[in-house]
Each structure stands twice: as structure tokens, then as C-alpha cells.
């Protein structure tokens, strides 16, 4: 019987305890910062990047370069064709603004061809500029003659209006050398149209 009134009163307490309101505590926990990414033509595989709009540039391709569809990113495309069956490609491109900068551009033409990137200060023993009916060329001409299929990249930044575009020739290392020629006289051509006539 003591047994019994003994545990009566710790029941009740235990009871009386778990009665009582539950408290709702809130905690405020900052939000990371996100970083986006830029979005450079690097990334053209894997989502969907703006081309330019506006007015767009012309030019004259060599006789011998095959024009082929140019596809979703390209304003235009041609297969270089050179001997024994070999190929490089001459891509067209044009995005909106600067599209990561000077550097950053000509580090993935690099990065393309297993280069190391260029530092800042390595930039203007790098490229050539010149101007071409009014429009400033960066014209870089990147090799990588290691490994079983040598590689070489012939390139020209071009700004024009808010956009920025891109002229690459790149395949077999002595075929885009032998092309260079062709590549300076092409970009000698491109040029942006005249005020409309009357």
C-alpha cells in the first residue's frame, strides 16, 4: 500500500510536467551569398547563350573555304579544307558586350588547345592589332605542336556597337598555319554596313 501512495505523487508530477505549453523558438540563419558564373562561349554546350542583335558585320570568304549551316551560336561557318583529306574550321560568332574581356577571351582560344593561360602583362607580346575599315582586330595566333595531333588556333576579337565578335580558325597545326594568309586577307574584308542611302 505505501508502495502505491508513493508512486501516485510521481506520476502526478511527471503528469503536471508534460502539460506544460511547448515554447516555439525561431532562429534567424543568414543566407550565403550565390555567385553566378559568367556566361562566356565556353558554356554554349551546356546552355543556351545570347547571340548579338543589331547590325551585323560582312565579309568575303576565300573561294576555297566551304560555307556549311552555321548552326544555333555561329553567324557563320566554313570547312578549310587542306591535303590528304585534312580539315580546320572558321567559326563567326558575336555576343553581347565584352563577354569576359580581352584576356579572358584569348585564354580559353588557349585553354582550347591545352595552352596555359596568359598572364595580363603577357597580352601585348601575344597579339597583333590593327584596324580595318574602322574596326579594331586583336588577332592571335596560338599553337600547341605537343602531342600526336599538333594544334593551332588563328583568332581576331572584334568589338562592334554593344557587342563583341569572335573570328577562329582552328584544326591541324600546319594546315591553320598554312591558312594564315588566307585568314589576314579574309578579316581584311569584314566590315560593318554604311549609313542606309536615300
Known amino acids: 500500500m505505501r508502495r502505491r501512495l508513493t508512486l501516485v505523487p510521481l506520476v502526478l508530477l511527471l503528469a503536471a ?3 506544460r505549453e511547448p515554447k516555439i523558438s525561431a532562429y534567424r540563419v543568414p543566407k550565403e551569398p550565390v555567385e553566378e558564373p559568367a556566361t562566356t562561349p565556353a558554356d554554349m554546350a551546356a546552355s543556351t547563350v545570347p ?12 573561294a576555297a573555304w566551304q ?28 555576343f553581347p ?20 593561360p596568359l598572364a595580363a602583362g ?5 597579339v597583333t592589332r590593327t584596324t580595318h575599315h574602322g574596326l579594331d582586330f586583336v588577332i592571335a595566333d596560338f599553337a ?3 602531342g600526336p595531333k599538333p594544334q593551332r588556333i588563328l583568332g581576331a576579337i572584334v568589338p562592334h556597337g554593344s557587342a563583341t565578335w569572335f573570328f577562329k580558325l582552328s584544326g591541324p597545326d600546319a594546315l591553320v598555319a598554312a591558312q594564315k594568309p588566307a585568314f589576314l586577307a579574309f578579316l581584311e574584308t569584314v566590315s560593318a554596313p554604311g549609313p542606309a542611302k536615300p
Not at 51 to 62: R, V
Not at 103 to 109: D, E, G, K
Request: charged share 15%; aromatic share 4%; glycine share 16%.
Open 144 to 146: 600547341n605542336p605537343a
Open 67 to 94: 560555307a556549311k549551316t552555321a548552326g544555333a551560336m555561329r553567324k557563320a561557318s566554313y570547312t578549310v579544307p587542306g591535303p590528304g583529306g585534312t580539315e580546320a574550321d572558321l567559326s563567326v560568332t558575336a
Open 17 to 19: 510536467g508534460g502539460c
Open 97 to 116: 558586350g565584352d563577354v569576359g574581356g580581352e584576356l579572358a577571351n584569348l585564354n580559353r582560344w588557349r585553354g582550347q588547345i591545352q595552352l596555359p
Open 51 to 62: 547571340t548579338a542583335d543589331g547590325t551585323d558585320l560582312t565579309w568575303t570568304a576565300p
Open 122 to 126: 603577357e597580352v601585348p607580346g601575344a
